[in-house]
């Protein structure tokens, strides 16, 4: 059996200041873990050696971004971000808020058989000024480099994809339709994957309402849980077969996400 999470941490050295990093490694137990909004360097975040192998990919903006793949085994292969090929091809050459490709989003492991890829998804903002980037260039892209490396073997990639992708992924989905996170494109995107044959892994185990990944931090909302599930494992169909468990963490603190977490049967 192997275990794989994923956590937005939303800044990596401030969980380390709050203590909670070494314990949220401990508690979870994972052969794999995967971070997005690391907001540092390596030789920025400070823990003691807990055994694995670290891998970064880290925005070129100080404190912004980033994301990291801690493996207990060694991997083949870790490439960081999109194909060059891939980025020309759909034109992922940035936007008024800057180039995704200099944002450390996507970092991949390769195992003997099966590639694990985490991913930060760009927020499309709340004027939806980052929307068009989503849709029309990131998406298809990250979508594109997925199923490429599928050709070769299978994928799990994860990580906070910043969309809620059915009514059930958010509380309050009547008074936010339309804005950041449940627009018609973004959810569009997110079901391009399934329609690709990724298969969204916490749903093979839990429907309806309930479930989320984020909170905002303002009126208790964690408390009252009026979240929503925007961080995702999808795994491909050969793979999904696998898949014994999938899992969301509320309990574990010290982000305003929590983490998700798979376990297969075999290894990677």
Known sequence: ??????????????????????????????????????????????????????????????????????????????????????????????????????????????????????????????????????HKQWDPAFLAYMKRLEETKPVLFCGDLNVAHTPDDLANPKPNVGKKGFTDEEREGFQSFIDAGFVDTFRMFHQGNGYYTWWSYFAKARERNVGWRIDYLLASEKLAAKVKSADIHPEVMGSDHCPVSVTLSGQL
Not at 19 to 46: N, P, R, W, Y
């Open 1 to 134: 059996m192997v275990k794989i999470a994923s956590w937005n941490v939303n800044g990596i050295r401030a969980v380390h200041k709050k203590g909670l990093f070494s314990s949220f490694m401990i508690d979870m137990d994972a052969d794999v873990v995967c971070f997005q909004e690391t907001k540092a360097e390596k030789s920025q975040s400070e823990h003691d050696d807990m055994g694995y192998f670290e891998y970064w990919n880290s925005a070129k903006r100080k404190g912004y971004s980033g994301t990291a793949i801690f493996s207990r085994k060694e991997p083949i292969n870790v490439i960081p971000g999109l194909p060059e090929d891939i980025i020309d091809k759909f034109q992922v050459t940035g936007d008024d808020f800057g180039d995704p490709n200099e944002e450390g989003r996507v970092l991949v492991a390769e195992f003997p058989g099966t590639f694990v890829a985490t991913v930060y998804t760009p927020n499309a903002k709340d004027d939806l000024g980052r929307l068009a980037l989503r």
